[in-house]
């Protein structure tokens, strides 16, 4: 740990304006505001990219895994997964489309496990 941080974030939709505070623990030290809001932008962009791909491409919200380690050992896997299939380039395709491709084909589905 290099530095707290402290961003409120003001959001205008039509005429309601809602104000939040955010509080981080950063491991880059920096006086700098305008350097500290790139940081902590940036971060939650590859989160939010992450994220919204898990969602969409593997309806990972929707999992109702519970028990003992299933829902770590299944979000692995479905990282794993997102990785190949956005590593691939056999097909002119989303990712959502590739993943039902390889469910549809089994031989897609093995080019896909052999390219990793």
Not at 44 to 72: C, F, I, M, P, T
Not at 79 to 91: H, I
Request: charge should be positive; proline fraction near 0%.
């Amino acid at each position: 740990m290099k530095c707290l941080v402290q961003v409120r974030r003001e959001r205008i939709i039509g005429d309601v304006t809602t104000t939040t505070t955010h509080h981080f623990i950063a491991s880059v030290e920096t006086r700098q505001a305008s350097r500290m809001a790139e940081i902590v932008r940036s971060h939650w962009g590859v989160e939010n990219k992450l994220h919204w791909r898990l969602d969409v491409a593997l309806n990972e919200d929707q999992s109702r895994l519970r028990k003992g380690h299933a829902a770590e050992n299944m979000s692995r896997l479905r990282r794993l997964g997102l990785n190949l299939l956005q590593r691939d380039t056999s097909k002119k395709m989303g990712i959502k489309n590739k993943r039902l491709a390889a469910g549809w084909s089994h031989d897609y589905l093995i080019q896909l496990l052999a390219s990793g």
